[in-house]
């Protein structure tokens, strides 16, 4: 069965230092997402990709934030310079061609800023 | 602005017992609801999509149901079983053109042998 893949699974961080994850999403699916889940607390929506370009974000996804599709399959996260409060689990999701349907997720990558 | 809830926070129950997970919403203009399950430091696994036209859906022992004008969605699972321990989160998408899902804060379901 076609599934979201991420990398690294976990990655430890000093404050300060850039980051980037990686997301293989779904062949043929056409609506890329960022989310995250800071421990005990909401999953929450980062930012949607669509059509090589930013279709929505949120108040979270400030200038520290950027969303690349470099090539045909993967999709990455990037913090340009982290602080304490990015640790969080960050899950990649993907959608197929319609808006309405059923969004997969990825088993999320782990990022810890000490 | 959306907001999603979930009752209860925990719930505990033996196996083989049905049960039912409630969420509720506050804006019903909604495109679609969808059920994941969570298991401890893992990703989202999705378990059944509504959307708002529909009033159930159902796959195997899970049945969700979906009353919008109420602002909210059961899940139901019948006969539980130990494997069914996990966390499991509803999230909307709402109809003002936004791409994404709100999420509620989950229920954590402890099925015990």
């Known amino acids: 069965e076609p599934e979201v893949t991420q990398t690294p699974s976990h990655q430890v961080t000093q404050m300060g230092q850039e980051v980037i994850l990686r997301c293989v999403p779904i062949?043929?699916?056409?609506?890329f997402y960022w989310y995250r889940q800071i421990l005990g607390q909401k999953v929450e929506f980062l930012v949607s990709f669509y059509n090589n370009e930013i279709s929505e974000k949120s108040e979270i996804f400030d200038d520290q934030f950027s969303v690349e599709r470099p090539d045909g399959s993967n999709f990455t996260l990037k913090i340009r310079s982290t602080k304490l409060e990015d640790s969080a689990m960050y899950f990649c999701?993907?959608?197929?061609?319609?808006?309405?349907?059923?969004?997969?997720f990825g088993e999320g990558s782990r990022l810890t800023v000490l | 602005k959306q907001e999603v809830t979930q009752i209860p926070a925990a719930l505990s129950v033996p196996e083989g017992e049905n049960l039912v997970l409630n969420c509720s919403f506050t804006d019903s203009a909604i495109y679609n609801l969808q059920w994941f399950r969570q298991d401890p430091g893992k990703g989202l696994t999705s378990l059944l999509l509504?959307?708002?036209?529909?009033r159930e859906q159902t796959s195997g022992r899970l049945n969700a149901s979906l009353d919008k004008s109420s602002g909210r969605s059961t899940l139901y699972i019948a006969a539980s079983q130990p494997g069914d321990s996990a966390t499991y989160l509803c999230?909307?998408?709402?109809?003002?053109?936004?791409?994404?899902?709100?999420f509620g804060s989950g229920t954590r379901l402890l099925v015990r042998p």
């Open positions: 509504i959307q708002s036209s529909q």
């Open positions: 062949s043929n699916h056409l609506y």
């Open positions: 999701a993907s959608l197929g061609g319609q808006r309405n349907g059923e969004l997969f």
């Open positions: 999230a909307v998408k709402g109809k003002d053109s936004s791409y994404k899902l709100i």
